[in-house]
């Protein structure tokens, strides 16, 4: 049998068992693509995210969830970045790059102690499709009905580096009654059949919040919903920017999304938007605690 480390982080929370749990493991290199998604599986969060070199940035992070790999993730790569850091591998270390199927993003940390660390992670630039399909199916879908859904906003995939649909909500009430039918996602959602789901509203838990969301897992991922979602976040703080904002703001955006409530794993994702020309610059910062170190065995080829 073969034992691999695995250092159990959860993120966008100080306290843990809140917030979104990933699985770190750190010698990525002495694995295959097969053992991390086996390792993954086994883990059954709803990422692990292994570290390996790189050649192009300072270190290289493979996402997976239990079903297949993912080309980014937002809460992924903060538990990573965080146990790094805590460990001593970056040393003073405090902006660096990380590779990611999407690309070399750029990272920064702030911290006074272990338990006091920011960690800022720029995002793909932001990318919008439009949904074609049943609205009334949609909201069926997430347990709700097609009235829940605002009319003076659009549905849309939306991607920083990972695609979500995202529906606007009129109110936060209609967040506790959500009860997701991920296998009929990939019907509904024909033109991006493997996408998750992202509802979200204006409305909030906290007056200093600015959008509340939840996310319901594509059922290819082996997950149902994702407590706290970074990509999920920053693509829509750019929605926010684009559609509600409607592009009119000279100053960068500064977001506080809430999400996580209704499973007892609230945590807050910070979203900062910045105009580049025609395009947007997605930041996320949050932060993580570490919860626990555990092994995974895995049979000898």
């Not at 100080?14 to 979104?20: A, L």
């Not at 009905?145 to 003076?152: A, G, K, P, T």
């Not at 938007?273 to 995974?296: C, L, Q, R, W």
Request: glycine share 6%; aromatic share 10%; hydrophobic share 35%.
């Amino acid at each position: 049998m073969k034992s691999i480390d695995v250092h159990h982080y959860d993120v966008f929370s100080k306290e843990p068992n809140k917030g979104n749990p990933a699985g770190v493991v750190l010698n990525g290199d002495d694995l295959t693509e097969t053992e991390m998604q086996e390792i993954a599986f086994k883990v059954g969060f709803n990422e692990t995210a292994f570290v390996v070199k790189s050649d192009v940035a300072d270190i290289r992070i493979r996402f997976f969830t239990p079903g297949h790999e993912m080309n980014l993730c937002g809460h992924g790569t903060m538990a990573t970045v965080y146990a790094l850091k805590t460990k001593g591998v970056l040393g003073d270390k405090t902006n660096f790059t990380i590779e990611t199927k999407v690309g070399i993003l750029p990272i920064k940390i702030n911290s006074t102690t272990d338990s006091d660390i920011l960690i800022t992670m720029k995002q793909a630039s932001p990318q919008f499709e439009e949904y074609k399909g049943s609205k009334e199916d949609l909201a069926n879908s997430i347990g709700l009905q097609e009235s829940d859904i605002r009319n003076d906003l659009p549905i849309l995939y939306g991607s920083t580096g990972t695609w979500t649909l995202l529906i606007p909500i009129k109110q936060l009430n209609a967040f506790n009654k959500m009860k997701p039918k991920n296998k009929d996602f990939p019907t509904i959602l024909k033109e991006m059949p493997k996408s998750s789901i992202h509802p979200f509203c204006l409305e909030t838990n906290d007056s200093n919040a600015d959008m509340y969301a939840r996310h319901f897992s594509s059922p290819y991922s082996g997950t149902i919903e994702d407590p706290v979602t970074g990509t999920a976040s920053g693509v829509m703080g750019a929605y926010y920017a684009k559609y509600i904002k409607n592009n009119i703001f000279d100053e960068p955006l500064n977001l506080i999304v809430e999400q996580g409530y209704e499973i007892q794993k609230d945590g807050r994702v910070m979203v900062r938007i910045s105009k580049n020309s025609e395009f947007y610059d997605v930041d996320i910062t949050g932060n993580a605690v570490h919860v626990k170190d555990f092994e995974v065995f895995l049979e000898d080829e």
